[in-house]
Protein backbone atom coordinates (compact mmCIF):
# COMPACT_ATOMS: atom_id res chain seq x y z
CA UNK A 1 0.00 0.00 0.00
CA UNK A 2 1.35 3.56 -0.74
CA UNK A 3 1.68 6.05 1.78
CA UNK A 4 -1.01 8.02 0.44
CA UNK A 5 -3.24 5.39 0.88
CA UNK A 6 -2.07 5.06 4.46
CA UNK A 7 -2.90 8.47 5.21
CA UNK A 8 -6.62 7.79 3.94
CA UNK A 9 -6.77 5.02 6.46
CA UNK A 10 -5.14 7.43 9.25
CA UNK A 11 -7.42 10.19 7.81
CA UNK A 12 -10.89 9.01 8.12
CA UNK A 13 -12.44 12.19 6.17
CA UNK A 14 -10.25 12.54 3.96
CA UNK A 15 -9.13 10.75 0.30
CA UNK A 16 -10.84 7.28 0.56
CA UNK A 17 -12.67 7.69 3.81
CA UNK A 18 -14.19 5.08 6.29
CA UNK A 19 -14.98 2.73 3.47
CA UNK A 20 -11.38 1.69 3.34
CA UNK A 21 -11.23 1.71 7.45
CA UNK A 22 -14.18 -0.87 8.03
CA UNK A 23 -13.07 -2.82 5.26
CA UNK A 24 -9.51 -3.19 6.71
CA UNK A 25 -10.47 -3.05 9.97
CA UNK A 26 -12.63 -5.93 9.29
CA UNK A 27 -10.17 -7.99 7.68
CA UNK A 28 -7.90 -7.39 10.73
CA UNK A 29 -10.97 -8.58 13.14
CA UNK A 30 -11.59 -11.64 11.10
CA UNK A 31 -7.38 -12.84 11.60
CA UNK A 32 -7.23 -11.72 14.74
CA UNK A 33 -10.26 -14.16 15.69
CA UNK A 34 -8.81 -17.11 13.82
CA UNK A 35 -5.48 -17.14 14.92
CA UNK A 36 -4.43 -19.63 17.60
CA UNK A 37 -2.55 -18.80 20.46
CA UNK A 38 0.34 -21.03 19.19
CA UNK A 39 0.46 -18.78 16.05
CA UNK A 40 -0.09 -16.15 18.29
CA UNK A 41 3.12 -16.41 19.91
CA UNK A 42 4.98 -17.26 17.10
CA UNK A 43 4.44 -14.02 15.30
CA UNK A 44 4.21 -12.00 17.85
CA UNK A 45 7.69 -12.42 19.86
CA UNK A 46 7.95 -8.67 20.80
CA UNK A 47 4.98 -8.34 21.71
CA UNK A 48 5.12 -10.66 24.18
CA UNK A 49 8.75 -9.37 25.41
CA UNK A 50 7.71 -6.03 26.12
CA UNK A 51 4.98 -7.00 27.79
CA UNK A 52 6.79 -8.75 29.85
CA UNK A 53 9.76 -6.44 30.34
CA UNK A 54 6.95 -3.32 31.20
CA UNK A 55 4.83 -6.04 33.58
CA UNK A 56 8.55 -7.03 35.53
CA UNK A 57 7.77 -3.62 37.15
CA UNK A 58 5.27 -5.04 39.47
CA UNK A 59 7.55 -7.25 40.95
CA UNK A 60 8.83 -4.80 43.08
CA UNK A 61 5.12 -4.09 44.64
CA UNK A 62 4.84 -7.69 45.42
CA UNK A 63 8.25 -8.46 47.28
CA UNK A 64 7.55 -5.20 49.24
CA UNK A 65 4.27 -6.15 50.14
CA UNK A 66 5.35 -9.75 51.05
CA UNK A 67 8.46 -7.83 53.05
CA UNK A 68 6.36 -5.53 55.23
CA UNK A 69 4.01 -8.61 56.31
CA UNK A 70 6.37 -11.15 57.02
CA UNK A 71 8.74 -8.49 58.79
CA UNK A 72 5.66 -8.20 61.23
CA UNK A 73 6.96 -11.76 62.69
CA UNK A 74 10.79 -10.94 61.42
CA UNK A 75 12.56 -11.04 65.00
CA UNK A 76 15.39 -8.67 63.91
CA UNK A 77 12.51 -6.12 62.52
CA UNK A 78 10.62 -6.18 65.86
CA UNK A 79 12.91 -5.57 67.94
CA UNK A 80 14.33 -2.50 66.13
CA UNK A 81 10.65 -0.76 65.25
CA UNK A 82 8.54 -2.85 67.95
CA UNK A 83 8.06 -3.04 71.74
CA UNK A 84 8.81 -5.63 74.25
CA UNK A 85 5.95 -7.46 75.81
CA UNK A 86 7.21 -9.49 78.59
CA UNK A 87 4.03 -11.11 79.30
CA UNK A 88 3.51 -12.57 75.78
CA UNK A 89 5.08 -15.51 75.16
CA UNK A 90 7.24 -15.90 78.06
CA UNK A 91 8.80 -12.26 76.27
CA UNK A 92 8.96 -11.07 73.01
CA UNK A 93 9.48 -7.96 70.64
CA UNK A 94 6.37 -7.09 68.45
CA UNK A 95 4.71 -4.47 66.97
CA UNK A 96 1.41 -2.79 68.14
CA UNK A 97 -1.75 -3.14 66.35
CA UNK A 98 -1.67 0.31 65.18
CA UNK A 99 1.98 0.33 63.88
CA UNK A 100 1.06 -2.68 62.09
CA UNK A 101 -2.17 -0.91 60.35
CA UNK A 102 -0.19 1.92 59.48
CA UNK A 103 3.05 0.48 57.90
CA UNK A 104 0.88 -1.85 56.24
CA UNK A 105 -1.29 0.80 54.71
CA UNK A 106 1.63 3.10 53.97
CA UNK A 107 2.65 1.78 50.51
CA UNK A 108 -1.27 1.11 49.84
CA UNK A 109 -2.06 4.82 50.68
CA UNK A 110 1.05 6.20 48.21
CA UNK A 111 -0.14 3.63 45.19
CA UNK A 112 -3.76 5.05 45.41
CA UNK A 113 -2.59 8.45 44.78
CA UNK A 114 0.36 7.18 42.08
CA UNK A 115 -2.23 5.18 39.93
CA UNK A 116 -4.61 7.95 40.49
CA UNK A 117 -1.80 10.43 39.06
CA UNK A 118 -1.05 7.92 36.52
CA UNK A 119 -4.54 8.20 34.21
CA UNK A 120 -3.22 11.68 34.04
CA UNK A 121 0.46 11.16 33.60
CA UNK A 122 -0.07 8.57 30.98
CA UNK A 123 -2.72 10.85 29.18
CA UNK A 124 0.16 13.11 28.93
CA UNK A 125 2.59 11.45 28.38
CA UNK A 126 2.12 7.78 27.34
CA UNK A 127 3.18 5.01 28.81
CA UNK A 128 7.12 4.09 28.44
CA UNK A 129 7.74 7.48 29.64
CA UNK A 130 5.85 7.22 32.79
CA UNK A 131 7.34 4.33 33.12
CA UNK A 132 10.55 5.39 33.06
CA UNK A 133 10.65 8.32 35.50
CA UNK A 134 8.28 6.38 37.99
CA UNK A 135 11.65 3.76 38.19
CA UNK A 136 13.89 7.16 38.46
CA UNK A 137 11.86 8.19 40.79
CA UNK A 138 11.81 4.90 42.66
CA UNK A 139 15.15 4.40 43.32
CA UNK A 140 15.51 7.94 44.87
CA UNK A 141 12.61 7.00 47.67
CA UNK A 142 14.14 3.68 48.39
CA UNK A 143 16.86 5.60 50.19
CA UNK A 144 14.60 6.56 52.77
CA UNK A 145 13.48 3.07 53.74
CA UNK A 146 17.00 1.68 54.07
CA UNK A 147 18.30 4.76 56.31
CA UNK A 148 15.19 4.90 58.30
CA UNK A 149 16.32 5.30 61.71
CA UNK A 150 12.53 4.87 63.59
CA UNK A 151 9.05 3.45 62.39
CA UNK A 152 7.72 6.72 61.30
CA UNK A 153 10.81 7.73 59.01
CA UNK A 154 10.00 3.97 57.88
CA UNK A 155 6.24 4.61 56.89
CA UNK A 156 6.65 7.75 55.22
CA UNK A 157 9.10 6.17 52.86
CA UNK A 158 6.69 3.07 51.98
CA UNK A 159 4.24 5.76 51.68
CA UNK A 160 6.50 7.20 49.07
CA UNK A 161 7.84 3.92 47.29
CA UNK A 162 3.81 3.56 47.03
CA UNK A 163 3.57 6.30 44.25
CA UNK A 164 5.67 4.43 41.51
CA UNK A 165 4.25 1.24 42.69
CA UNK A 166 0.56 2.59 41.92
CA UNK A 167 1.96 3.50 38.33
CA UNK A 168 3.82 0.39 37.69
CA UNK A 169 0.49 -1.49 38.93
CA UNK A 170 -1.73 0.27 36.90
CA UNK A 171 -0.13 0.60 33.47
CA UNK A 172 1.66 -3.00 33.14
CA UNK A 173 -2.31 -4.62 32.65
CA UNK A 174 -3.23 -1.76 30.39
CA UNK A 175 0.21 -1.59 28.10
CA UNK A 176 0.09 -5.75 27.76
CA UNK A 177 -3.79 -5.66 26.42
CA UNK A 178 -2.99 -2.68 23.80
CA UNK A 179 0.36 -4.35 22.20
CA UNK A 180 -0.88 -7.78 22.54
CA UNK A 181 -3.49 -9.90 20.20
CA UNK A 182 -6.84 -10.96 21.15
CA UNK A 183 -5.36 -14.54 22.14
CA UNK A 184 -3.12 -13.77 24.20
CA UNK A 185 -4.67 -10.62 25.71
CA UNK A 186 -5.71 -12.21 29.03
CA UNK A 187 -2.33 -14.53 29.54
CA UNK A 188 0.27 -11.25 29.33
CA UNK A 189 -2.58 -8.98 31.38
CA UNK A 190 -2.50 -11.70 34.03
CA UNK A 191 0.95 -12.41 33.96
CA UNK A 192 1.16 -9.05 35.79
CA UNK A 193 -0.15 -11.11 38.46
CA UNK A 194 2.77 -13.60 37.83
CA UNK A 195 5.04 -10.96 38.46
CA UNK A 196 3.40 -9.86 41.90
CA UNK A 197 4.04 -13.93 42.89
CA UNK A 198 7.93 -13.95 41.42
CA UNK A 199 7.91 -10.64 43.42
CA UNK A 200 6.64 -12.48 47.09
CA UNK A 201 8.81 -15.88 46.18
CA UNK A 202 11.98 -13.43 45.88
CA UNK A 203 11.02 -11.60 49.37
CA UNK A 204 10.60 -15.18 50.72
CA UNK A 205 13.73 -16.33 49.60
CA UNK A 206 15.65 -13.41 50.78
CA UNK A 207 13.87 -13.41 54.27
CA UNK A 208 14.38 -16.91 54.48
CA UNK A 209 18.31 -16.80 54.46
CA UNK A 210 18.21 -13.73 56.37
CA UNK A 211 16.04 -14.78 59.51
CA UNK A 212 19.04 -16.45 61.56
CA UNK A 213 20.57 -13.01 60.81
CA UNK A 214 20.83 -10.94 64.47
CA UNK A 215 22.08 -7.72 63.46
CA UNK A 216 20.32 -4.84 61.36
CA UNK A 217 21.49 -5.88 57.94
CA UNK A 218 18.59 -8.67 58.85
CA UNK A 219 16.49 -6.29 58.05
CA UNK A 220 18.55 -3.60 55.68
CA UNK A 221 19.21 -6.18 52.75
CA UNK A 222 16.02 -6.76 51.93
CA UNK A 223 15.42 -3.25 51.32
CA UNK A 224 18.62 -2.50 49.48
CA UNK A 225 17.23 -5.42 46.97
CA UNK A 226 14.53 -3.64 45.75
CA UNK A 227 17.88 -1.54 43.97
CA UNK A 228 18.31 -3.95 41.52
CA UNK A 229 15.47 -3.57 39.59
CA UNK A 230 15.27 0.23 38.33
CA UNK A 231 18.76 -0.99 37.38
CA UNK A 232 17.98 -3.71 35.37
CA UNK A 233 14.93 -2.32 33.54
CA UNK A 234 15.69 0.82 33.14
CA UNK A 235 17.94 0.35 30.16
CA UNK A 236 15.57 -1.93 28.39
CA UNK A 237 12.86 -0.22 28.40
CA UNK A 238 14.61 3.36 26.72
CA UNK A 239 13.61 1.08 23.66
CA UNK A 240 10.25 -0.02 24.34
CA UNK A 241 7.70 0.88 21.70
CA UNK A 242 4.86 3.38 23.04
CA UNK A 243 1.46 1.92 22.75
CA UNK A 244 -0.26 2.15 19.26
CA UNK A 245 -3.51 2.70 20.94
CA UNK A 246 -2.05 5.60 22.22
CA UNK A 247 -0.67 6.90 19.53
CA UNK A 248 -3.89 6.85 17.67
CA UNK A 249 -5.71 8.56 20.29
CA UNK A 250 -3.09 11.36 20.13
CA UNK A 251 -3.03 11.31 16.18
CA UNK A 252 0.20 10.09 15.49
CA UNK A 253 -0.69 7.50 13.12
CA UNK A 254 2.40 7.05 11.01
CA UNK A 255 3.96 6.41 15.00
CA UNK A 256 1.57 4.18 15.64
CA UNK A 257 2.13 2.02 12.31
CA UNK A 258 5.69 2.08 13.22
CA UNK A 259 4.90 0.53 16.61
CA UNK A 260 2.65 -2.33 15.36
CA UNK A 261 5.72 -3.23 13.01
CA UNK A 262 8.01 -3.34 15.78
CA UNK A 263 5.83 -5.72 17.77
CA UNK A 264 4.91 -8.58 14.75
CA UNK A 265 7.25 -10.44 12.81
CA UNK A 266 7.43 -9.19 9.04
CA UNK A 267 6.01 -12.75 8.21
CA UNK A 268 2.87 -12.55 10.58
CA UNK A 269 -1.01 -13.03 8.70
CA UNK A 270 -1.65 -9.28 9.41
CA UNK A 271 -0.95 -6.42 8.07
CA UNK A 272 -0.27 -3.90 10.38
CA UNK A 273 -1.82 -1.19 8.44
CA UNK A 274 -5.17 -3.18 9.04
CA UNK A 275 -4.43 -3.38 12.80
CA UNK A 276 -3.93 0.20 12.44
CA UNK A 277 -7.04 0.39 10.27
CA UNK A 278 -8.84 -1.55 13.41
CA UNK A 279 -7.41 0.04 16.18
CA UNK A 280 -8.47 3.41 14.41
CA UNK A 281 -12.16 2.16 13.72
CA UNK A 282 -12.69 1.14 17.76
CA UNK A 283 -11.57 4.88 18.39
CA UNK A 284 -13.86 6.41 16.08
CA UNK A 285 -16.68 3.94 17.27
CA UNK A 286 -16.10 4.99 20.61
CA UNK A 287 -16.44 8.44 20.14
CA UNK A 288 -19.74 8.12 18.67
CA UNK A 289 -20.78 6.36 21.34
CA UNK A 290 -19.59 9.86 23.30
CA UNK A 291 -16.90 8.01 25.42
CA UNK A 292 -15.04 10.66 26.99
CA UNK A 293 -10.94 10.69 27.89
CA UNK A 294 -11.42 11.73 31.70
CA UNK A 295 -12.12 10.01 35.14
CA UNK A 296 -15.94 11.63 35.49
CA UNK A 297 -16.34 10.01 31.76
CA UNK A 298 -15.79 6.56 33.57
CA UNK A 299 -19.28 7.06 35.90
CA UNK A 300 -21.49 8.10 32.88
CA UNK A 301 -23.67 6.12 30.68
CA UNK A 302 -22.95 2.41 30.17
CA UNK A 303 -19.22 3.22 31.36
CA UNK A 304 -20.63 3.12 35.03
CA UNK A 305 -21.68 -0.88 34.37
CA UNK A 306 -17.92 -1.60 32.71
CA UNK A 307 -15.84 0.94 35.74
CA UNK A 308 -18.14 -1.14 38.43
CA UNK A 309 -16.99 -5.00 36.89
CA UNK A 310 -13.40 -3.57 36.79
CA UNK A 311 -13.38 -2.17 40.85
CA UNK A 312 -15.70 -5.30 41.83
CA UNK A 313 -13.69 -7.82 40.72
CA UNK A 314 -10.24 -6.36 41.49
CA UNK A 315 -11.63 -5.27 44.56
CA UNK A 316 -12.42 -9.22 45.24
CA UNK A 317 -8.87 -10.08 45.27
CA UNK A 318 -9.01 -8.79 49.01
CA UNK A 319 -12.81 -9.16 49.59
CA UNK A 320 -11.64 -13.30 49.16
CA UNK A 321 -9.78 -12.88 52.26
CA UNK A 322 -6.15 -12.08 50.75
CA UNK A 323 -5.02 -10.16 54.11
CA UNK A 324 -5.72 -13.31 55.90
CA UNK A 325 -4.73 -16.38 53.91
CA UNK A 326 -2.31 -15.12 51.49
CA UNK A 327 1.21 -14.51 53.12
CA UNK A 328 -0.07 -15.76 56.12
CA UNK A 329 2.88 -15.66 58.60
CA UNK A 330 1.76 -14.30 60.87
CA UNK A 331 -1.33 -16.50 61.37
CA UNK A 332 1.12 -19.05 61.36
CA UNK A 333 2.88 -17.47 64.10
CA UNK A 334 -0.20 -16.88 66.29
CA UNK A 335 -1.75 -20.86 66.00
CA UNK A 336 1.37 -21.82 67.57
CA UNK A 337 3.69 -22.81 64.60
CA UNK A 338 7.51 -22.24 65.25
CA UNK A 339 9.24 -19.85 62.89
CA UNK A 340 11.36 -22.51 61.12
CA UNK A 341 7.97 -23.92 60.22
CA UNK A 342 6.28 -20.51 59.36
CA UNK A 343 8.82 -19.37 56.82
CA UNK A 344 8.59 -22.78 55.28
CA UNK A 345 5.15 -22.56 54.84
CA UNK A 346 5.00 -19.11 53.46
CA UNK A 347 7.55 -20.35 50.73
CA UNK A 348 5.88 -23.29 50.03
CA UNK A 349 2.49 -20.80 49.67
CA UNK A 350 4.26 -18.74 47.49
CA UNK A 351 5.27 -21.36 45.19
CA UNK A 352 1.72 -23.06 44.74
CA UNK A 353 0.49 -19.94 43.90
CA UNK A 354 3.10 -19.60 41.11
CA UNK A 355 2.09 -23.13 40.22
CA UNK A 356 -1.60 -22.36 40.39
CA UNK A 357 -1.03 -19.23 37.77
CA UNK A 358 0.59 -21.93 35.34
CA UNK A 359 -2.37 -24.42 36.14
CA UNK A 360 -4.62 -21.43 35.20
CA UNK A 361 -3.18 -20.65 32.41
CA UNK A 362 -2.74 -24.31 30.14
CA UNK A 363 -5.67 -26.05 31.92
CA UNK A 364 -7.89 -22.93 32.80
CA UNK A 365 -7.72 -20.37 30.45
CA UNK A 366 -7.85 -21.73 27.18
CA UNK A 367 -11.02 -24.03 27.70
CA UNK A 368 -12.95 -21.89 30.10
CA UNK A 369 -14.62 -18.54 30.14
CA UNK A 370 -13.83 -15.73 32.85
CA UNK A 371 -16.86 -16.01 34.39
CA UNK A 372 -17.13 -19.59 34.43
CA UNK A 373 -13.57 -19.70 36.66
CA UNK A 374 -14.18 -17.29 38.66
CA UNK A 375 -17.62 -18.26 40.37
CA UNK A 376 -16.25 -21.83 40.76
CA UNK A 377 -12.93 -20.01 42.42
CA UNK A 378 -15.01 -17.82 44.53
CA UNK A 379 -17.04 -20.95 46.02
CA UNK A 380 -14.10 -22.98 46.82
CA UNK A 381 -12.32 -19.84 48.81
CA UNK A 382 -15.61 -19.45 50.43
CA UNK A 383 -15.21 -23.05 51.80
CA UNK A 384 -11.70 -23.08 53.00
CA UNK A 385 -12.62 -19.92 55.00
CA UNK A 386 -15.70 -21.25 56.38
CA UNK A 387 -13.46 -24.63 57.27
CA UNK A 388 -9.92 -22.89 58.44
CA UNK A 389 -13.10 -20.95 61.00
CA UNK A 390 -14.25 -24.17 62.24
CA UNK A 391 -11.19 -25.68 62.92
CA UNK A 392 -10.70 -23.36 65.49
CA UNK A 393 -12.12 -24.50 68.08
CA UNK A 394 -9.39 -27.25 68.21
CA UNK A 395 -6.22 -25.32 67.63
CA UNK A 396 -4.37 -26.32 71.02
CA UNK A 397 -3.61 -29.08 68.85
CA UNK A 398 -0.64 -29.06 67.12
CA UNK A 399 -2.32 -30.94 63.49
CA UNK A 400 -5.10 -28.72 64.01
CA UNK A 401 -3.08 -25.79 63.80
CA UNK A 402 -1.17 -27.31 60.84
CA UNK A 403 -4.27 -28.49 58.99
CA UNK A 404 -5.16 -24.63 59.26
CA UNK A 405 -1.55 -23.65 58.11
CA UNK A 406 -2.33 -26.08 54.93
CA UNK A 407 -5.93 -25.15 54.21
CA UNK A 408 -4.67 -21.35 53.44
CA UNK A 409 -2.05 -22.78 51.15
CA UNK A 410 -4.94 -24.68 49.84
CA UNK A 411 -6.91 -21.37 49.38
CA UNK A 412 -3.89 -19.33 47.61
CA UNK A 413 -3.96 -22.36 45.26
CA UNK A 414 -7.31 -21.80 44.38
CA UNK A 415 -6.83 -17.79 44.73
CA UNK A 416 -4.49 -17.76 41.91
CA UNK A 417 -6.46 -20.72 39.85
CA UNK A 418 -9.41 -18.06 40.05
CA UNK A 419 -9.61 -14.20 41.18
CA UNK A 420 -5.59 -13.83 41.49
CA UNK A 421 -5.61 -13.81 37.54
CA UNK A 422 -8.88 -12.39 36.89
CA UNK A 423 -8.07 -9.81 39.14
CA UNK A 424 -5.35 -8.54 36.31
CA UNK A 425 -6.96 -9.46 33.51
CA UNK A 426 -10.41 -8.42 33.31
CA UNK A 427 -10.23 -5.08 33.66
CA UNK A 428 -7.67 -4.50 31.33
CA UNK A 429 -10.56 -5.98 29.01
CA UNK A 430 -13.55 -4.25 30.45
CA UNK A 431 -13.33 -0.95 29.61
CA UNK A 432 -13.52 1.06 26.99
CA UNK A 433 -10.64 1.75 25.05
CA UNK A 434 -10.37 5.30 25.50
CA UNK A 435 -10.66 5.35 28.55
CA UNK A 436 -9.24 1.98 29.46
CA UNK A 437 -6.23 3.40 31.85
CA UNK A 438 -8.54 5.33 33.82
CA UNK A 439 -10.54 2.10 34.06
CA UNK A 440 -7.81 0.33 35.12
CA UNK A 441 -6.31 2.91 37.52
CA UNK A 442 -9.88 3.10 39.47
CA UNK A 443 -10.35 -0.79 39.58
CA UNK A 444 -6.16 -1.25 41.08
CA UNK A 445 -7.37 2.29 43.52
CA UNK A 446 -10.64 0.02 44.40
CA UNK A 447 -8.08 -2.74 45.14
CA UNK A 448 -6.29 -0.52 47.53
CA UNK A 449 -9.35 1.07 49.30
CA UNK A 450 -10.80 -2.03 49.77
CA UNK A 451 -7.45 -3.19 51.16
CA UNK A 452 -6.79 -0.60 53.57
CA UNK A 453 -9.83 -1.36 54.86
CA UNK A 454 -8.47 -4.78 55.00
CA UNK A 455 -4.75 -3.87 56.78
CA UNK A 456 -6.44 -1.90 59.50
CA UNK A 457 -8.79 -4.62 60.57
CA UNK A 458 -6.77 -7.42 59.82
CA UNK A 459 -4.32 -6.86 62.71
CA UNK A 460 -6.73 -6.18 65.21
CA UNK A 461 -8.59 -9.79 64.48
CA UNK A 462 -4.86 -11.51 64.90
CA UNK A 463 -3.21 -9.49 67.58
CA UNK A 464 -2.74 -11.42 70.99
CA UNK A 465 -3.10 -7.70 72.52
CA UNK A 466 -6.36 -6.95 70.67
CA UNK A 467 -9.17 -9.74 69.74
CA UNK A 468 -6.68 -12.55 68.92
CA UNK A 469 -9.57 -14.33 67.20
CA UNK A 470 -6.51 -16.54 64.95
CA UNK A 471 -8.71 -18.89 62.51
CA UNK A 472 -11.84 -17.96 63.49
CA UNK A 473 -10.95 -15.04 61.25
CA UNK A 474 -11.84 -17.48 58.45
CA UNK A 475 -15.65 -16.82 58.62
CA UNK A 476 -15.18 -13.25 58.01
CA UNK A 477 -13.87 -13.14 55.29
CA UNK A 478 -15.53 -16.42 54.04
CA UNK A 479 -18.73 -14.02 54.41
CA UNK A 480 -17.39 -11.56 52.30
CA UNK A 481 -16.19 -13.82 49.81
CA UNK A 482 -19.45 -15.31 49.63
CA UNK A 483 -20.96 -11.78 48.57
CA UNK A 484 -18.00 -11.35 46.22
CA UNK A 485 -19.57 -15.09 44.71
CA UNK A 486 -23.22 -13.59 44.58
CA UNK A 487 -22.07 -10.45 42.80
CA UNK A 488 -19.96 -12.52 40.09
CA UNK A 489 -23.15 -14.80 39.28
CA UNK A 490 -25.34 -11.68 38.80
CA UNK A 491 -23.14 -8.80 37.36
CA UNK A 492 -19.72 -10.31 35.61
CA UNK A 493 -20.16 -10.97 31.87
CA UNK A 494 -17.87 -13.43 29.57
CA UNK A 495 -15.42 -11.16 27.86
CA UNK A 496 -13.21 -14.58 26.47
CA UNK A 497 -13.08 -14.11 22.94
CA UNK A 498 -14.43 -10.92 22.46
CA UNK A 499 -12.64 -7.86 20.78
CA UNK A 500 -13.27 -4.40 22.12
CA UNK A 501 -15.12 -3.41 19.44
CA UNK A 502 -17.19 -6.22 20.05
CA UNK A 503 -17.57 -5.46 24.02
CA UNK A 504 -18.23 -1.55 23.11
CA UNK A 505 -21.59 -3.03 21.09
CA UNK A 506 -22.67 -5.40 23.73
CA UNK A 507 -22.12 -3.13 26.26
CA UNK A 508 -24.20 -0.14 24.72
CA UNK A 509 -26.68 -2.43 24.03
CA UNK A 510 -27.17 -3.34 27.82
CA UNK A 511 -26.62 -7.01 27.28
CA UNK A 512 -26.91 -9.05 30.48
CA UNK A 513 -24.42 -10.35 32.16
CA UNK A 514 -25.40 -13.93 31.98
CA UNK A 515 -26.18 -13.90 28.30
CA UNK A 516 -22.74 -12.20 27.18
CA UNK A 517 -21.35 -15.34 25.90
CA UNK A 518 -24.39 -16.35 24.12
CA UNK A 519 -24.97 -12.65 22.24
CA UNK A 520 -23.93 -12.22 18.69
CA UNK A 521 -22.82 -9.10 17.94
CA UNK A 522 -21.53 -7.89 14.11
CA UNK A 523 -19.53 -4.25 14.90
CA UNK A 524 -19.64 -3.80 10.89
CA UNK A 525 -23.40 -4.46 10.55
CA UNK A 526 -23.90 -0.32 9.92
CA UNK A 527 -27.67 -0.42 10.38
CA UNK A 528 -27.04 -1.90 14.01
CA UNK A 529 -24.32 0.76 14.77
CA UNK A 530 -26.48 3.36 13.80
CA UNK A 531 -29.22 2.45 15.91
CA UNK A 532 -26.93 1.65 18.89
CA UNK A 533 -24.93 5.07 18.24
CA UNK A 534 -28.23 6.91 18.26
CA UNK A 535 -29.18 5.39 21.69
CA UNK A 536 -26.08 6.70 22.76
CA UNK A 537 -26.41 10.34 21.76
CA UNK A 538 -30.17 10.06 23.62
Given at each position: MQHSQLEAVTSPNEKLGETQIIEQAKEATETQHTLSVMECVKNYPMAIFWSIMVSMCVVMEGYDVSLIGNFFAYPTFAKKYGNYYPDINGGTYTLTAPWQSGIGNASGVGAFFGV?????????????????????????????????????????????????????????????????PLQLRIYLTSYTNMCFIMGQLIAAGVLKGLVSNPTEWGYKIPFAIQWVWPAFLIPILLFAPESPWHLVRKGRFDEAEHSLRRLQKKSAPIDPKATLAAIIYTDNLEKELTVGTHYRDCFKGTELRRTEIACFIFAAQVLSGGNFAYNSTYFFKQIGLDSDTTYKLSVGGTGMALVGTLISWFALMPYFGRRTIYLWGMAAMCTILMLIGILNVHTSKHS???????????????????????GWGVPAEVGSTRLRQKTICLARNAYYIVGVVANAIQ?????????????YTGFFWGGTTFVMLVWGFFRLPETKGRSFDELDVLFAKKVSARKFKSTVVDTFDESETAIIVGNARG
Open positions: MLNGWLVDWFGQKRTLLGALVALSGFVFITFFAPNIGTLTAGEVLCGLPWGVFASTAPAYASEVLFGMTQAVLTLVWTFVFQLSVGQLPYFMNPTEWNLKG
